[in-house]
């Protein structure tokens, strides 16, 4: 193992773009919606947790640079009966991350993600323990030498 040496590589801007979804009971999601949930904000707190989550991620995963992102931004949609093709109901997590660097930031998009994915669930496991979180990938890359990589599916 080893963490690969990016130190001749030229600034870059770099952006990427990460998706999760975390599936609920359809009462689970009107407590959120309605701010009633027993924790609190859950929105709130998710956006904090996955802001924080993609500044920790070198600590985290062992060989990811530690980097200065200059933007992260988190999106929460809430997915209601019918609005999915497999009737799931739940919550539609995007993350967009940015930095000026040597060195890509999709780790830091999926990390953001998976966070906010995991303190929803931390937040309102006292009243639906079924909660699945999944569909955690990169949507969009873009910068550096590989330029722009974009997913072609969808969910």
Known sequence: MHMVDVGAKADTDRVALAEGFI??????????VEGDAPKGDVIACARVAGLMAAKQTSTLIPLCHP????????????????????????????????????TGVEMEALTAVSVAC??????????????????????????????????????
């Not at 999915?84 to 995007?94: E, P, T, Y």
């Not at 990169?138 to 969910?155: D, M, N, T, Y």
Request: proline share 1%; with cysteine; glycine share 10%.
């Open 118 to 155: 995991l303190t929803i669930y931390d937040m309102c496991k006292a009243v639906d323990r079924a909660m699945e979180i999944g569909e955690i990938r990169l949507l969009r890359k873009e910068g550096g030498k590989s330029g722009r990589w974009l997913r072609e599916e969808s969910i």
């Open 23 to 32: 599936s609920m009971a359809p009462s689970t999601l009107k407590l959120i």
């Open 67 to 102: 980097l200065n992102l200059t933007g992260i931004s988190l999106d929460f949609q809430a997915v209601k009966a019918g609005q999915r093709s497999d009737g799931r109901v739940g919550i539609h997590v995007l993350s967009t991350c940015s930095v000026n660097g040597k």
